[in-house]
Every structure is written in structure tokens, then in C-alpha cells.
């Protein structure tokens, strides 16, 4: 189960979604004569380019003859890392194509911008020597002679491109020219192996055929299955390729952390806001029917990711009368339940990688290549049958063998058949094993306290914990056991269960254990005096209001606590100790006028006491 925020820190960053305002750039775009290859060469390089999980974009539309090219077609060609110009026999033939090709030249700086295909035209034919493509721009002066200076425009861009790196369709079979393209197009867009899709390319072609691109009807498609597997990268990397179909489009990442944190009010203003790119007034009154609203209104793309409660559906996406017609809304889950109770029908369950794709990310993390070394191919068979295509697991277990000799893996071996094979949690806990005492401190901190917090904020209050958090967070991301998105600090649902099991194993009383962060173990310690000086850390966050009332003494026996953050605990009795050793109090609706006498605070960097009861927060000189 995904945890609610932790901690509330005196200064917030805003959870926002992914909106269109940020969408990445498409890989590719593809200019061809619509009339000679949209559904022959053109279509099948497309076809091509997507199967490969390049983003390309392709104008659909059947342009009038003389009509300017658009503005959006203008801002496609400058969202796109290269343009792909396949020049058929009649392409010159069309200004459209030719003010195009010109708008690629004068926007694409450098060769390997532009990739010319010569479909059936030699390249020669775009100079002086008589061809189609000549006598199409001899016509064009006939017909432009009061505009002489755009036909030179147009020669000059012919010129230009048959003077860069191309290819030609002749002597080769067709298959065999889309083969090599897709291969150098892959050079120039994916040159950096970790943008690889492992095992990606298959589910893509499967979600596609849910998606129904090609109906007018709304679809909602759900990708549901256990944490670790990928939801959220496969729902990217589709929204990523179809974005541009679509008037509005909008990627609401973790839901679920979202509506614990902010509420679902909240979550619907953002999306409403990146939708119709304005603020609404008094939105708790009229929220749902200007959702409706805007809905209705475009044709939208919208993905949900990590929804864990139907409310969250029921308040962000509705049913499909929401929505106009060829809307796509695309849902992640980990509960199927969820999406056969909103009527989801098409469902797409995620399962862990083959053995080939399995081979393969591990190999990368492990070896930085496509498959291990000879010597090492029995070991990685035996790490690969323990993962079983888990690519979490995978990813922790090669970038922590990375660069180990044989006889570092064949201690790792050892532990892992120690372990219950087949069970996630003793896989990621041997990465952990590895860390040093520090790393470890810092990641058992973050899983129970920080996760889903502003790095700067968390770095802040582990260095002054004594810390060297910078280094030891870059280890923790290199080991794959922590993220940092937006300068926010985040770790996988699994990893953070890993955590907080480790942390219950240190004892069987809650106050004998280092962090307590359920508010039942907490409100336990706190009532029953039971702490002792094992507990470090303490953060109490309700989503709803609890009174509990607290020992006069419940602090005394935690000399080593550097971190509490609590709220709603009554003090009837008053408070007779507080440790020490804290660098950060964070105690809103404190019920008493002043802090406990003995409380030396050297260590303190942060102090947060809103909604107190504080009159003076000591007597003389601290």
C-alpha cells in the first residue's frame, strides 16, 4: 500500500501534474507527398519508426492546394529532434511540401537534423539536370512570376538537401531501406542506452490495439498490475506518442500521493487549470460541472497514473459522457478491482519481463551492454531465475554487481539463496545489505519520513543531522534505490515497504525501534511513556484530526530523538523533558506556554510551532 506524505515541513513545494505545457519533443518528423506515399512508403516507415518507440509526428491532415502551412506544423517541426524528407516523384509538384521542406532547412541547424530519403528519385534530380522535380519547380516559376524570390527559395532547399547524408531507395528491397532508416534514426534520437524500452516495444503494439485510434468513441483503458513492472513507464512512453492527435492533453503522475497530500479538490483545479489554461473561482461550489465542462469541450488525452481509491476516479475522470468524442483516458493501478468497479473494460495487465528482454536490462545495469560477459553469463542466469523478470529487482541486483569481480557475485549468490526465493523484499534488501552505516541511516530516514519532500529541505535536515546526505543520496540513486523528479525525493512503493520492514525488525516494541511513523505505534509510545533511547525519529501526519494525550514523561527515556514532528498531542500534565539531540521540532498546536525547562536546544536548526499555545518559548538565555 503507498504511504500518505509523511511530513509536513514549514515550507512546501506544490504537487502538480505533468501538463501540456511540458510535453516532450517528438522524436521525429515526417515529411513525405501525401499523394505518392502516405499509403505505401510513408505509411510503413511510420509504422516502423512507432514499433521502435519513436515518437513521430505525422500531419494527418489532406492539405488544400495553395493553403500556407500551419503554425502548429511550424511548432511540430521545431518540438522534433530531427525531420525525416522522403522526396518522392511528385513532391516538387506541391508548394506545400516545398514551403515544408524549407521551414525543416531554416529550423534544423546542422546535418543530422535532417535525414533526405530519395523515394524512386535519384538525388542528382534535385540540381539543374532536367527531371520531375525540375520541370514541378519550372512550372512553379511560370505560375509564380510575380513571386520569383519563393521558387528560389524552394530550389535553393532542394539543393541544400541533396547535399546532405541521405539514403536512396535504389538497389535495395524496400523492408531493407525502412530497416536501415529506423536504425540511423535510433542513432540520432536514442544515443544513450538507458532511454532503451526494454521489453516495451510488444505492450506497446498491445496497448495500441486498445487505444482504437482510429474510433470516434471514448476509451478508457486501464494498465494494472503489481508495484515494480512499469505501469507508469509504458503509460508515459504512450502518452508521449499519440500527445499530438489530441487538442489537450494532460499526464496527472501519482495520483494517489496527490489526493493524500493536497486532497482531490485540489488535484481537479490543477488538471482544470492545465486544461483550460486558467484559474476557476470558487471552484468548491462549481468544480465538477466546469470539469464536465472542459471535457466536453476538446478532444482530450488525459492519463491517471497510480489511482489506489475509486473516489479518485469518480471525482477526476468520471464516466464517458464526460467526454467529447475520440477522448482517450488512460488509468495505472495495482487494483483491478478499481477499474472493473469504474467500468474499465479495457484492461491491460502487466506481467514481468521474458527471459530475453530479463537478459537484457540486466545486462545493461550490470555491463552497460546487451549481454554479460562470457564468464559471467552462469551467474547472471542464477540472479536472472531468482528476479524472475521483476524489473525493479533487476535494476537494484545489476547496479549492484556493477563492476564486482566473481567472486563479489558469488557472495551475492550466496545471500540470495539464503533468502525466500521468489519474494521481492529479501531481492532489494541485499542492495541495502551493501550500503555503508550512513547510506543506510539516510535511507531508512527517507522511507519513513521524506519521501515525496523537497530534496533541498531533506538535504538541509539530514547534514545538519551530521550527514554528508549529497554523496550519499547520489550512491542511493546510482544503487537504484532512490529518484530524485522535480527536485523531490523518491524511492519505489517496494523499496519504502523494504524500509519500513526493516525498521519493525528491530524490535518488537514499537519504543524500542529507531523511527516511528504510524500514528498507532506513535500515539502507543506517547500515551504508555514506553520510549526509549533506540528512537530517533517521530513524525505523526493524520489526515484527520486525533486527539491523544500524552505522558508528562513520554520523551524522557528518548535522549537520542533529533527529529520530531507531531501535532494533536494534549499535554494535560505538562511536559517534563525533550531531547537534546533535536535538530528539528516540529510540534503544530503545542498546548503549553513554554517548553520544558531542562530542554538545552544546541542542536536545533529548525524550529516550527504553528497553531501553538507558546507565550515564551523558555526562561533566560539558550
Not at 532542394?158 to 529506423?182: C, G, M, T
Not at 528491530?506 to 504508555?528: C, I, M, T, Y
Not at 525547562?597 to 536548526?605: C, L, M, R, S
Request: hydrophobic share 40%; glycine share 6%; proline share 3%.
Amino acid at each position: 500500500m503507498r504511504n500518505k506524505p509523511q511530513m509536513e515541513l514549514t515550507t512546501k513545494r506544490a504537487w502538480s501534474p505533468v501538463s501540456s505545457a511540458f510535453q516532450p519533443k517528438f522524436d521525429v518528423f515526417l515529411s513525405f507527398r501525401g499523394a505518392d506515399t502516405r499509403k505505401s512508403f510513408a505509411d510503413h516507415l511510420y509504422g516502423a519508426l512507432r514499433q521502435k518507440g519513436i515518437k513521430t509526428f505525422v500531419d494527418d491532415s489532406e492539405n488544400e492546394r495553395g493553403k500556407a502551412i500551419s503554425p502548429q506544423l511550424i511548432s511540430a517541426i521545431e518540438q522534433s529532434k530531427i525531420a525525416v524528407v522522403v522526396f518522392s516523384e511528385n513532391y516538387a509538384s506541391s508548394t506545400w511540401c516545398l514551403d515544408e521542406l524549407s521551414k525543416i532547412l531554416e529550423r534544423k541547424e546542422g546535418g543530422d537534423a535532417v535525414l533526405p530519403i530519395f523515394y524512386y528519385v535519384d538525388p542528382s534530380d534535385t540540381g539543374k539536370h532536367m527531371s520531375r522535380l525540375t520541370e514541378a519547380l519550372n512550372l512553379h516559376e511560370k505560375r509564380f512570376e510575380e513571386n520569383i524570390e519563393t521558387v528560389e527559395r524552394w530550389r535553393a532547399a532542394l539543393e541544400k538537401a541533396a547535399n546532405l547524408r541521405w539514403k536512396s531507395s535504389n538497389d535495395r528491397y524496400e523492408p531493407q531501406l525502412i530497416k536501415e532508416i529506423v536504425n540511423e534514426v535510433l542513432t540520432k534520437v536514442r544515443p544513450e542506452p538507458q532511454e532503451r524500452l526494454f521489453g516495451m516495444y510488444q505492450r506497446l503494439e498491445q496497448l495500441d490495439l486498445l487505444l482504437d485510434a482510429g474510433s470516434d468513441d471514448v476509451h478508457f483503458i486501464g494498465i494494472w498490475g503489481m508495484a515494480g513492472l512499469g505501469k507508469t513507464t509504458l503509460a508515459k512512453t504512450v502518452y508521449e506518442r499519440i500527445l499530438h492527435k489530441f487538442e489537450v492533453s494532460s499526464f496527472l503522475d501519482r495520483v494517489s500521493e496527490g489526493s493524500k497530500a493536497h486532497g482531490l479538490s485540489n488535484l481537479q483545479r490543477n488538471l482544470s487549470k492545465v486544461l483550460m489554461n486558467k484559474n476557476i473561482e470558487d471552484w468548491d461550489i462549481h468544480g465538477e460541472a466546469t470539469m464536465r465542462k472542459v471535457l466536453c469541450e476538446k478532444k482530450v488525452l488525459l492519463v491517471l497514473d497510480d489511482v489506489d481509491q475509486i473516489s479518485q476516479l469518480e471525482t477526476l475522470c468520471g464516466n464517458q459522457d464526460w467526454f467529447r468524442s475520440g477522448s482517450r483516458v488512460i488509468i495505472t493501478t495495482r487494483n483491478e478491482q478499481l477499474l472493473i468497479t469504474h467500468g474499465v473494460e479495457r484492461r491491460f495487465e502487466m506481467h514481468e519481463l521474458n527471459d530475453d528482454d530479463a537478459l537484457q536490462l540486466f545486462s545493461w545495469k550490470a555491463f552497460k551492454k546487451d549481454f554479460p560477459d562470457k564468464e559471467y553469463m552462469a551467474l547472471s542466469k542464477v540472479i536472472l531465475n531468482y528476479a524472475n523478470g521483476h524489473p525493479l529487482a533487476l535494476k537494484v541486483l545489476g547496479s549492484l554487481l556493477h563492476k564486482r569481480d566473481q567472486d563479489a557475485w558469488r557472495s551475492a549468490l550466496c545471500k540470495l539463496k539464503d533468502a525466500f526465493k521468489g519474494e521481492i523484499m529479501d531481492t532489494l534488501r541485499i542492495s541495502y545489505d551493501e550500503l555503508e552505516k550512513q547510506e543506510k541511516n539516510i535511507f531508512l530516514d527517507i522511507a519513513c519520513f521524506f519521501k515525496g519532500k523537497c530534496k533541498d529541505q531533506v538535504v538541509e535536515i539530514l547534514d545538519n543531522d551530521g550527514f554528508c546526505s549529497r554523496i550519499a543520496m547520489d550512491v542511493l540513486i546510482e544503487k537504484s534505490l532512490l529518484t530524485i523528479s522535480d527536485n523531490m525525493v523518491w524511492m519505489h512503493d517496494l523499496l519504502q515497504e523494504m524500509g519500513w520492514e526493516i525498521v519493525r525488525q528491530q524490535a518488537q516494541e514499537p519504543g524500542e525501534r529507531s523511527r516511528l511513523w504510524l500514528s498507532r505505534d506513535v500515539f502507543h509510545v506517547l500515551k504508555n511513556n514506553l520510549g526509549t533511547n533506540a528512537v530517533e525519529g517521530i513524525v505523526l501526519d493524520l489526515p484527520e484530526p486525533k486527539v491523544v494525550r500524552c505522558n508528562s514523561k513520554a520523551f524522557s527515556k528518548m535522549v537520542n530523538l533529533r527529529l520530531l514532528q507531531i501535532c494533536s498531542v494534549h499535554l494535560p500534565h505538562g511536559l517534563s523533558y525533550l531531547s537534546n539531540s533535536l535538530r528539528f521540532l516540529g510540534w503544530s498546536g503545542y498546548p503549553l506556554k513554554s517548553l520544558p525547562t531542562g530542554f538545552q536546544p544546541d542542536k536545533i536548526v529548525e524550529l516550527s510551532m504553528c497553531h501553538s499555545s507558546i507565550v515564551q518559548l523558555w526562561s533566560g538565555i539558550k
